[in-house]
């Protein structure tokens, strides 16, 4: 099928036109330029990006201010993510159906108008319930972005388009630790929300007059209600095992069942798609042999990412000392190199093809995982800043070439469920990261506090004490020594408590340098997208 017949363009009565001056080709003027909605996408992307790390900073704040349990505060963080799992695929399924365009405009306000209303909240019930609408509004919005790009830019283009929407990703991740820690500090909490307000609407109008919806011309016509059930109910149990296995243990009853009931409505829903006339995750995507493996790639990368990340924080904060700003500001290295290095990675990637630079970058974020597993307690700036560059350096082309694998090697008629499966891959990964790689850490914390503890020559502990040490461990918190107790020992336990966390920092970075070099075998079966991109139009 040529581009030209693949897609119809149903804001544009016009033909696209190949002089028509970068204005997208229609009498509509600027409607539908691929730039313009490039920049307009980044605004709405950069709310979720955002959002992603800037409410960590003001959890405690919550906590204080409603009288919040620490199961209350961590359902902030968790409502959040389950919504945006289930919903991500099916999300992108109704982008396919009802046009990108209209999809990404209701995510957007749909966020703004969830993130006004949590800043209003006076309870953490509705805080909760206003989040995990967030995430549904964030499921909208991502896969939508990612259709908009795929039919907007040439195939030529595509890989430079989405480098700066990866750069966007990398620049608004970064922000949040900073924007967050500034305004709980001087303004309030609500603010870190209500910042998400002018945003939303900046990006709601710049859609509103500059995007353009372009449809495949097969776009599905139907929805596939039995699948959305069984892919929404596999998801919804994957992810609830993932987040409640550090409560329950990997080994208990339920989590076991829950992974269980998960694999059960994964198998039925995989045989279903295979029957309905219009599944809503074709399985004929997957013959693709690099989309399945962008979509490996994009789980394991996360994997390593977001798991070893989940530790730094900890480490910066509670080893280092540091604030929460500060913190971010050590992080930037990693974030700068992200920025930088997405567009450059996007033009690489065009040039050359995304194999050898995926496998190049995913060997590279391994050595900056094993060069992380060295630090310690008294590991300076310099040597933390050199392995953050290291990782975002490696970081950048997988972010921006698993991303096109996944979407160009998709029909474009599945452009937003492939948008929506490349943020499954993501979540679903980085989730198993932080869960897996928690299990490892508590681990090796549990069987290394008690050794050193006794190398000290501190005295033993009762039962509930002695528990209570070891989860303050596990995040690199030294509790104050006893009353009355000398100096030597508050420094003696300090010093077992950092050592102890820094040995299961250690090994989970080992672990996830490993999952990375497994990412770099995956790498070799990627290619770039074989299918059409968006209509022929002056760029």
Not at 120 to 149: D, E, K, N, Y
Not at 222 to 244: P, Y
């Amino acid at each position: 099928m040529s581009t030209q017949t693949s897609t119809v363009a149903h804001d544009a009565p016009e033909p696209a036109s190949p002089e028509g001056g970068g204005g997208g080709g229609t009498r509509a003027g600027l409607r539908g330029h691929p730039w313009l909605t490039l920049i307009t996408v980044a605004f709405g992307v950069t709310m979720v990006a955002l959002d992603g790390t800037i409410v960590a900073i003001a959890n405690p704040a919550i906590q204080k201010d409603l009288g919040a349990s620490l199961s209350d505060v961590q359902w902030i963080t968790n409502g959040y993510l389950l919504a945006l799992a289930v919903s991500l695929i099916t999300a992108g399924k109704l982008g396919d159906r009802f046009g990108h365009r209209q999809t990404f405009l209701a995510g957007v306000a749909g966020f703004a108008i969830a993130s006004a209303a949590i800043g209003l909240s006076g309870s953490v019930a509705l805080v909760v319930t206003f989040r995990v609408l967030q995430g549904i509004c964030g499921a909208l919005l991502m896969p939508a972005a990612l259709g908009l790009l795929r039919a907007s830019f040439p195939a030529e283009r595509l890989n430079a388009a989405i480098g700066i929407w990866g750069a966007v990703i990398g620049a608004s991740t970064a922000a949040g630790p900073i924007v967050g820690g500034l305004l709980v500090e001087h303004v309030s909490w609500e603010s870190v929300f209500f910042i998400n307000i002018p945003v939303g609407a900046l990006a709601l109008v710049m859609g509103l007059i500059l995007l353009l919806d372009r449809r495949a011309e097969n776009a599905p016509r139907s929805f596939d209600l039995l699948g959305i059930v069984l892919l929404s109910g596999a998801m919804f149990c994957l992810v609830w095992a993932i987040i409640k296995a550090p409560e329950w243990h990997w080994g208990d009853a339920k989590t076991l069942g829950f992974l269980a009931v998960s694999i059960l409505a994964f198998a039925a829903f995989g045989f279903w798609e295979t029957k309905v006339k219009e599944p809503l995750l074709p399985m004929s995507m997957f013959r693709s042999v690099p989309l399945t493996a962008g979509t490996i790639l994009m789980m394991l990368m996360a994997f390593g990412f977001m798991g070893g990340l989940f530790f730094v924080t900890f480490y910066l904060q509670n080893v280092n000392g540091l604030s929460p700003v500060d913190s971010g500001l050590r992080l930037l290295p990693l974030t700068a190199m992200m920025i930088v290095a997405s567009p450059l990675a996007g033009s690489v990637i065009t040039r050359i093809g995304p194999r050898i630079p995926l496998v190049a970058a995913m060997v590279l974020t391994a050595v900056a995982m094993f060069g992380l597993s060295t630090l310690d307690a008294d590991s300076g700036q310099g040597v933390t800043s050199l392995w953050f560059a290291v990782l975002g350096l490696g970081l950048a082309p997988v972010m921006v070439g698993a991303t096109e694998v996944i979407v160009g090697n998709a029909p474009l008629q599945h452009a937003g469920v492939a948008g929506g499966l490349q943020q499954a891959a993501m979540q679903v990964g980085g989730s198993l990261g932080t869960a897996v790689l928690g299990a490892v850490m508590a681990s090796r914390v549990g069987s290394e506090l008690p050794h050193k503890w006794a190398e000290a020559k501190l005295p033993p502990l009762p039962g509930p004490k002695e528990a209570a040490l070891k989860k303050a461990a596990e995040v690199g918190m030294a509790p104050p020594a006893p009353k009355g107790a000398p100096e030597q020992m508050a420094v003696a336990i300090k010093h077992v408590v950092h050592d102890s966390f820094i040995s299961g920092m250690g090994l989970a970075f080992v672990c996830a340098g490993i999952v990375s070099v497994l990412a770099a075998g995956v790498a070799l079966f990627t290619s770039r997208g074989k299918n059409d991109a968006g209509p022929a139009i002056h760029v």
